[in-house]
């Protein structure tokens, strides 16, 4: 079974947490620490699912969201996306959805949220 992660996110404490928390329940992270990497490692590596932070340093979160959508790469089109952000604006979950995302997570993060919403799409492994 896949169970690779791939993580688009520029802050390492966000990312050690993460990384510590999914590879507790047998995933594998990989992490990009901005957009167009987030972008490149998507097409580059075989996931089943991608967290996305949206206030990246270089093209924010809904831009990666529609570069991975819009991919050539078939399976990108349908692996899920999770947009994991500080953004808590009224419409900010309904522009994710209409980026590409399919579920819209806000920080500062909940562990036990983050297992329940990655189990949700890749059962842990």
């Not at 990312?15 to 990009?32: C, N, S």
């Not at 419409?91 to 297992?115: H, T």
Request: aromatic fraction near 4%; glycine fraction near 6%; proline fraction near 4%.
């Amino acid at each position: 079974m896949m169970n690779k992660i791939l993580y688009i996110e520029d802050n390492p404490d966000n990312t050690t947490l993460v990384r510590r928390a999914l590879e507790a329940r047998g995933y594998t992270l990989i992490h990009a620490a901005n957009g167009l990497n987030g972008v490149s490692a998507a097409e580059a590596e075989d996931v089943s699912l991608i967290l996305l932070d949206i206030n990246l340093p270089d093209i924010d979160g809904y831009e990666v969201a529609r570069r991975i959508r819009a991919s050539h790469k078939i399976q990108l089109k349908s692996v899920p996306i999770i947009a994991v952000t500080a953004n808590a604006l009224k419409g900010d979950a309904q522009r994710a959805l209409e980026a590409g995302c399919d579920v819209y997570m806000s920080k500062p993060i909940n562990i036990r949220e983050l297992w329940a919403r990655v189990e949700a799409f890749v059962p842990a492994g």
